[in-house]
């Protein structure tokens, strides 16, 4: 009798508990359903700031940081065997937040101008986000010190965690030379010199951080390969002024293709595309240089070429913006092929 009473409560017991675990289940998807709902309802109400703040943040342009700071790492590797994954996730959280504070500060230093642009295209002319009244210039300028912030707090973690102060010094001047470019007192993008400012910054000062990032030492770092590739980065640079050529000499701006004309730039671009393919070819034949010379040049080779049928192409059109992109094509594309050589050979 006590053990049937002592078997009965015990089921009631579980069936209480298997109820009371049911009923749990019902209200904590209810509680998730409701947050879902809410932050769906949160996102969609705010889809439109969500948008522009992509549109602000110009991601395609990433790989204009990040591809330059991976080849110093590459040719690290390439010398040593040696690849930090930790140092690797530092060094690319450094490029993102970088990117982000030049695209955010020089739009904000660039409103006046940008407002007068009619031929941008997805190369050129800022995001347009101010100029439509997408956002605020107030909320770029402190989104523009918050990543500068993020940038310098890399460098820091470098220098505190690991002895590598240089990495700290590094990334100070990544932040300074986008304020020598866009602001008083040199503001070199309007009175000349902007794109040399942009080739040393992208050129020299990733790649070596990347290097430097890794290794600890400048030893052994490349300067004559950094040297042969630094061409290839100021055309880069003055390509990207060719779109903004109407807007940049009303506003006096002094890029390349305010100070040379059109036609000039374009044949300069091509050029220096060109010297860099033949100095890189002329190391590698030296023996300076231990990669299958055919397979990382091809491609820039042919981007380089496809620059003349874009030769006499005006701004506004789509032709210039093929100019743009056969520029940048050559520029990625030997980068790129250097450091799948370099993490393969």
Known sequence: MGGGYLLATHRLILRLECYGYYMFSIKFCEFNLICNHLLFKRIMENRAKIISWIKASRLTSQSYIFIPLLL??????????????????????????????????????DFEADQNNKTFNMFSGGSRVLVNGELEPSQLKTAAFITAGLSVACGLIFWVGFGRFWVLILAVIGILQLWAYSYPPFKLSYRGGGEILQMLGVGLVLPLMGFYGQSGSFEGFPILLIAALLPLQLACASSTSLPDYPSDKSSGKKTSSVLFGLILTKCGIILLSSLTIISVYGLAARGGLDIPIIKVLALPIMATLLHITALNSKPGSWGIMLFNFFTVLANLAIQVGLIIVFFIS
């Open 72 to 109: 110093g790492q590459a040719i690290y590797y390439q010398q040593s065997g040696n690849f930090n994954w930790f140092f690797f996730i530092i060094l690319q959280l450094f490029g993102i937040f970088n990117q982000l504070y030049i695209v955010y500060a020089n739009d904000y230093a």
